[in-house]
């Protein structure tokens, strides 16, 4: 599908919209506020209306939704699509028993430093328009690659330039030229990679794990993050139990993010009605390490709010695909259809601790999707199928 641009009508209505998710129970029934029969106005690139078709009000220009579905954009919290080179072999030795390992991310680290900032530029901009023809209308997108003062900065440059959620990763792993001297790289992203990086972001990130960060270089990193104004995410509970989830619940991080290995105090933490740290599962990840799935029926069974996003990275997983982590996470990881849908648009948007996406709230951003579906459950019962009819962003059509 092409990502396309055209005018912005003052007023749209979608009208003849089979299902209509709104992520509002107010507005509908069940927590995804289901309107049947449906129709939604947009004015000004904002929901105005959404109600029953043939009561919406006159606007400047229609679509016939034509009883297919109409969902609020995707929001894929979490991915790293700045980088050069691709790690297809690394992918091939694990499907022939090869360990995922976090090192396989200096290799694209050194190709990375070695691109120009068009390359980067181009590349991350053709990423953005693939995850936009599949639905996902806001995307965060973290540096992590370059692991030095000015690769780290024209890492964020360049995601600056396609979104408003920016994450800065200079603690992704601890580059090769500091391997004896990891500390020294742990005062380098604190102190002056922090002071250059932080004007281009919004959020700061670590990877604590084994073979990345420990829990205190993890609190070093995100402490100074919070003092230079960037809010806490954490890459946490990959690779096997660790002190992520508690450290992300401890910081009040916005969200943790894989939570592959859980133990019951990492599930009553992010359950803790005074934690307001989303679950962020990566099931694409996963998935194309082989790894084994997280336990999203524990989480949500025990309260915790859960998100779904993508990861897309060279790396552990080359996935813009919002409907194949809601497939994944519906068949693999026991969520229903609904849930999967909540975390992929509103759990995600949580995730980012943003109240204007995510839903189809009136006031809401009009960020939505037509899909070439009776039913938003196709997005899990028809995988791996084209579904994606039309995307609007701010009310504009930017694909289908
Ligand atoms: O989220 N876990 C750390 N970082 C990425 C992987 C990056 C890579 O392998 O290049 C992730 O999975
Ligand atoms: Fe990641």
Known sequence: MTTTSTPVPRSLLVDRIGVLVTNDPGAGEGRLGRILDAALVVEEGRVAWTGPAGRAPAADARVDAAGRCVVPGFVDSHSHIVFAGDRGAEFAARMEGRAYEAGGIRSTVAATRAASDDALLARATELLGEARAQGTTTLEIKSGYGLTVADEERALRVAARLTEEVTFLGAHVVPQEYAADPAGYVDLVTGPMLRACAPHARWIDVFCERGAFDEEAARRVLTA????????????????????????????????????????????????????????????????????????????????????????????????????????????????????LWAATEGGARALRRDDIGHLRVGARADLVLLEAPDPLYLAYRPGVPQVAAVWKDGERVAG
């Open 225 to 340: 993050g919070r003092e230079h104004g960037l809010l806490a995410r954490v890459h946490g509970n990959q690779l096997g139990p660790g002190p992520g989830v508690g450290l992300a619940v401890e910081l009040g991080a916005a969200s943790v993010d894989h939570c592959t290995y859980l133990d019951g105090a990492d599930i009553a933490a992010l359950a803790d009605p005074a934690s307001s740290t989303v679950a962020t599962l990566l099931p694409g990840v996963d998935f194309s390490t082989r790894a084994p799935y997280p336990d999203a029926r524990a989480l949500l069974d025990a309260g915790a709010t859960v998100a779904l996003a993508t990861d897309c990275n060279p790396g552990s997983c080359f996935s813009t695909s919002m409907a194949l982590c809601i497939a994944l996470a519906v068949r693999e990881m026991r969520m229903t259809p609904d849930e999967a």
